[in-house]
């Protein structure tokens, strides 16, 4: 694996200190705060590592979460999983996550043991295949040089995911467009083939672009310094297996912004065509007079 992959891995790897305590460590990608996704993840891992392996497979199916306040990432994240419920098909599980002695996140995620049904999905958006789209061009280091902070640490990093948007956009200068995109994504390296670090790795990977795409219309993006963004609530539906470190399309759409909020909703798609997964977000959208 390359080290990014490896840190990301490992920081998915959760510390277990009582049967549902654990403890998660956090990364600096270049946000001022703890990654939205990477309490995702870990919160996703805490909840699989609670489930009972002498009872029938059981698949995480979905994670509704919100977060409730910012993550200091100098600090490690600790992670209480309550065992709500054991059904005869579904098991619930409540995670909590606490910094300091306060809350910054709860979630609630539900397992599954495999059943058959009726089956249907939507189809793939008709996209270019990743293969045929550009790797994103690094910024020079000119136009860097006269970046926020904030942004120089986001942008200079060799994160574990590559991602290659359909339709760029320019970050720096966002023109006005409707609020739909599709991004191609993946691990840069393999990892193991368990089914749980797959699913703690997308849970991580679908916070990006999803609530950016709330901007489109308004021409604004998290690069400029008078816009403040935060996510507020989260939730994810895994449909079929795949791999996340195989290439997966993030269709996203954002079909309302008020009240300094915006809402997005995303379909990933595996290459052949499977949807794989499904998200929401809502998020906080702040547009601040600029300095004069």
């Known amino acids: 694996m390359s080290p990014a992959v490896s840190e990301l891995v490992d920081l998915l790897t959760l510390e277990r200190l009582e049967d549902n305590i654990f403890r998660g460590q956090s990364r600096d990608i270049g946000t001022k705060y703890v990654f939205g996704g990477q309490v995702l993840g870990q919160a996703l891992s805490a909840a699989q590592l609670s489930m009972d392996p002498a009872r029938s497979p059981r698949a995480a199916h979905s994670l509704h979460a919100y977060f409730l306040r910012a993550g200091d990432i100098e600090a490690p994240i600790l992670y209480t999983v309550d065992r709500t419920r054991d059904g005869g098909s579904f098991s619930v599980r409540r ?10 996140f709860f979630a609630a995620a539900s397992f599954q043991h495999e059943e ?5 999905q939507l189809s793939m958006p008709e996209v270019p295949k990743p293969e045929d789209i550009a790797p ?9 040089a006269t970046l926020p902070t904030k942004v120089q640490r986001w ?5 574990p995911f590559e ?4 339709y760029p956009r320019d970050e720096l200068n966002p023109p006005k467009r409707p609020p739909f995109q599709q991004v191609w994504f993946k691990l840069n390296t393999r990892v193991p083939d368990a089914p ?18 709330a901007n489109f219309p308004h021409g604004i993006s998290y690069y400029q310094p008078n816009v403040q963004m935060a996510s507020l609530d989260h939730a994810i539906w895994f449909h079929r297996p795949f791999r996340a470190d195989e290439w997966l399309l993030y269709s996203i759409d954002s079909p309302s912004a008020q009240n300094a909020r ?8 595996d290459q052949a065509g499977h949807l794989v997964a499904s998200t929401a977000q809502e998020g906080m959208i702040r547009v601040t007079p600029p300095e004069a």
Do not use: K, N, W
Not at 95 to 104: E, L, R
């Open 95 to 104: 995670v909590t996550a606490i910094q300091h002695g306060q809350v910054i």
């Open 116 to 120: 058959e049904g009726g089956t249907h």
């Open 136 to 144: 994103t061009a690094p910024i020079s280091a000119d136009v860097m």
């Open 155 to 159: 942008l200079d990093r060799a994160g």
């Open 163 to 166: 991602f290659r948007p359909v």
């Open 196 to 213: 749980e670090l797959h699913r703690a790795l997308l849970a991580y990977a679908s916070d990006f672009h999803l609530l950016g795409t």
């Open 262 to 269: 915006g809402l997005a909703r995303g379909l990933i798609f």
